[in-house]
């Protein structure tokens, strides 16, 4: 299994902003058609720390997740969504061991 999953934890009091940012970069992505991009990914609001967001994005691999991460459009978005965050993001990188469906 060589599957690679990034956690993305921030805080925002700007979520519809952040989705709509999201969702605009989704539709240009699959429009396009080209170049590695999440096999799945889903957005998580915490509910015992309002403010506070998770994104967990799921790659076939490292190597494809690395390659996303080059992109000019990925940067584009990421610079956009950090302007809309209250402060740095956290990333979590992980080699996936497990999973149950």
Excluded at 36 to 63: K, L, M, Q, W
Aim: aromatic content about 8%; charged content about 30%; glycine content about 4%.
């Amino acid at each position: 299994m060589a599957a690679f999953v990034q956690i993305i934890e921030y805080r925002t009091s700007k979520p519809d902003e952040i989705a709509a940012l999201m969702a605009d970069f989704q539709a240009k992505r699959e429009a396009a058609g080209d170049g590695p991009a999440p096999t799945r990914s889903i957005a998580g609001a915490d509910r015992d720390d309002p403010g506070r967001y998770f994104a967990i994005v799921e790659f076939e691999s490292y190597e494809a997740a690395m390659e996303n991460s080059q992109r000019a459009d990925t940067t584009e978005m990421s610079e956009k969504m950090m302007e809309l965050c209250d402060g740095p993001a956290t990333f979590y990188n992980l080699d996936q061991v497990a999973s149950m469906d």
